[in-house]
């Protein structure tokens, strides 16, 4: 069993930065890749970025490719998505989640955190 939290949301202008922050908890080892999904109103949930635990391998939605990073502190369990130039269509609810799949489909993350609001506004 894995508990994951989210935070660093808020409100930001286009172009600013924000740097979201997850805190695991549980038997995280079990569990070999980490990622952060975002969901906005009326859209489904999707993939954003993706590593492998303890690797630093990344893979990233193309729609954030060059603006968002993601990275993990192995010592405090932490995870963490940078993000940069940000846009109004990066507005969404975001959440960490924790799989067993190198895969940005959401059935493969049983462990998900519950959820913290970016919004960027024009």
């Known amino acids: 069993q894995v508990q994951l939290m989210e935070s660093g949301g808020g409100s930001v202008q286009a172009g600013g930065s924000l740097r979201l922050s997850c805190t695991a908890s549980?038997?995280?080892?079990?569990?070999?890749?980490m990622a952060w999904f975002r969901q906005a109103p009326a859209k489904e949930r999707e993939g954003v970025a993706i590593?492998?635990?303890?690797?630093?391998?990344?893979d990233y939605a193309d729609s954030v490719k060059g603006r968002f990073t993601i990275s993990e502190d192995k010592v405090t369990n932490m995870l963490f998505l940078q993000m940069i130039s940000l846009k109004p269509e990066d507005t969404a609810m975001y959440y960490c989640?924790?799989?067993?799949?190198?895969?940005?489909?959401?059935?493969?993350?049983?462990?998900w955190g519950q959820g913290t609001q970016v919004t960027v506004s024009s």
């Open positions: 989640a924790a799989g067993f799949v190198w895969s940005m489909e959401t059935r493969y993350f049983p462990a």
């Open positions: 549980g038997d995280i080892n079990s569990h070999p890749f």
């Open positions: 590593i492998i635990s303890g690797s630093g391998v990344t």
